[in-house]
């Protein structure tokens, strides 16, 4: 059965920092590029990070330089290190990948608020 669980979100002050993590089942993902997307409350859902199969990744202008995606392939995890955290990055933050986002799969996401 496919399945992505995230976790690690919770509530941090302005300049903190949280990792998160994506279990997944179903799904390798060292074998596809897996992404990080968040949505905050009345906006549309953005990606913010990727990681290719080759190791490769991309960010949102908005968390360069603050958020890094990595992967264990021995636990078939994806993360997200997110430094120097901003209120405006307060969202329910999601794994995906293109397998599965195309079939309208999405996990439960975790909470992230970022609040003094």
């Known amino acids: 059965q496919v399945q992505l669980v995230e976790s690690g979100g919770g509530l941090v002050q302005p300049g903190g920092s949280l990792r998160l993590s994506c279990a997944a089942s179903g799904i390798i993902v060292s074998t596809n590029v897996m992404d990080w997307y968040r949505q905050a409350p009345g906006k549309q859902r953005e990606l913010v990070a990727t990681?290719?199969?080759?190791?490769?990744?991309n960010y949102a202008d908005s968390v360069k330089g603050r958020f890094t995606i990595s992967r264990d392939n021995a636990k078939n995890t994806v993360y997200l290190q997110k430094n120097s955290l901003k209120p405006e990055d307060t969202a329910v933050y999601y794994c995906n990948s293109k397998l599965l986002w195309n079939v309208n799969y999405w996990g439960q996401g975790t909470q992230v608020t970022v609040s003094s």
């Open positions: 990681i290719t199969t080759g190791g490769a990744t």
